[in-house]
């Protein structure tokens, strides 16, 4: 049992406050960024559907509202309560994974999806929000020196391996990884040793050929095909060869909005989800790509900036892992489309089409608002 002890010395910080302070002290400069990013993915699915709002631009632009509305509300829950919910929500997460391996659709040869209430979810992105929440809140109540015992990083690291072992068995490695990433960053942020993890680096980099040969064989190509696009141009490489050629065609100011060839001539490949940046590069040029990426580092700073601001160790470990997750969701989409990794399937948040994407980042973006809000608040854990 998980109990919250508030310092009585601190009476002001600690006490709470109305609902009207609670959202002027919402960082309003993020939620302009997050809205500045949204307003992009429109205008670039508005693009991808040569010109008109259907089926992509007025779908993202309704889910997108949606989660905006609900990221303000739970910026105003006290993040004490959210901490408190932590590892229910992480269970509820792991039944979530587990349901879509039993009753999910299956696409293009992975079962990564679900209906719920008829609604379509994809679990392993809520599964990131819910696992960031589990590990701060075991790190929460540990100090340096138990952060170094091994027994105690026991349960963390299976909390972290069962979820990436689903998500691997749907299949989805980008996603696997990508979570495997966030529960290490986070764990470093509560104090393990660095060197325990360049250890486990150096054992998956030696056991690679091992990996490399159990991998299935659409991935085994996306990593040939990674090393050699133009073996087979019309092919495995047809994606990323499109890509560039889109990148490069957009120059320094851009074709125009609705005039990228490659776009409107259909080229591109899942230029809605996947590829959407090379779109936007494509006509609005290098300009139009400096200020997307402008948006994308203010909104991974601000997450940042706010870990260092906020005085209470699980508050800190969350904007952490949630900042972690949105700057990984960018880095590998943006090094995806330019070739510089193996094609996978992760999109851009805000701006690539999809609506499980969307919920989930808005509903970490919230709780992201909560421990800004909330940041002066200080609780301990006492018992468990």
């Given at each position: ?16 406050f ?19 990013l ?5 205008a ?8 008109a ?18 990221m ?50 994809q ?11 589990a ?28 979820p990436?072992?689903?998500i ?58 990674f ?44 230029k ?17 790509s ?15 900036y ?67 809000v ?11």
């Open positions: 049992m998980i109990s919250y002890a508030i310092d009585a010395h601190r009476p002001f910080r600690d006490r709470s109305g609902l009207v302070r609670k959202f002027l002290r919402i960082n309003w400069l993020f939620v302009l960024c997050v809205c500045a949204a307003g992009v993915g429109y670039a699915l508005y693009s991808a559907a040569g010109g709002t259907d089926p992509y631009a007025n779908s993202q632009l309704t889910r997108f509202l949606s989660g905006l509305l609900l303000i509300a739970i910026a105003l829950v006290d993040i004490r309560f959210i901490a408190k919910l932590s590892w229910p929500s992480y269970l509820v997460g792991i039944l979530l994974l587990l349901a879509v391996a039993k009753f999910g659709h299956t696409g293009l040869g992975a079962k990564r999806w679900m209906s719920v209430g008829g609604v379509e979810i679990p392993s992105e809520l599964m990131k929000l819910f696992l960031i929440l590990i701060a809140a075991w790190f929460q109540r540990s100090s340096y020196q138990r952060a170094g015992n091994i027994f105690f990083l026991v349960p963390p690291i299976l909390a972290i391996l069962l990436v072992a689903l691997l068995k749907e299949p989805n490695l980008g996603t696997a990884v990508i979570t495997a990433i966030i529960g290490a960053t986070v764990m470093l942020g509560g104090g393990v040793r660095w060197w325990k993890f360049a250890l486990v680096i150096a054992v998956i980099a030696i056991a690679t050929p091992l990996i490399f040969d159990h991998l299935l064989d659409y991935q085994r190509a996306r990593i040939i095909t090393m050699n696009p133009g073996a087979d141009p019309l092919g495995a490489g047809y994606n990323i060869i499109q890509s560039k050629i889109a990148l490069g065609a957009g120059g320094f100011s851009g074709q125009g909005f609705l005039h990228g060839t490659q776009n409107q001539l259909n080229f591109l490949p899942e809605q989800t996947d590829f959407v940046f090379t779109i936007i590069a494509e006509e609005f040029g290098f300009i139009g400096m200020f997307v990426l402008g948006l994308l580092f203010a909104i991974s700073a601000i997450a940042l706010t870990a260092l601001r906020c005085n209470n160790q699980y508050g800190r470990l969350v904007a952490l892992g949630l900042g972690m997750n949105f700057f990984l969701y960018c880095a590998v989409n943006l090094s995806m489309v330019m070739g510089l990794i193996p094609v996978g399937g992760v999109p851009i948040p805000l701006v690539s089409y999809g609506g499980s994407a969307v919920t989930a980042v808005m509903l970490g973006f919230g709780v992201l608002m909560s421990v800004h909330h940041r002066d608040v200080e609780f301990q854990v006492e018992e468990f």
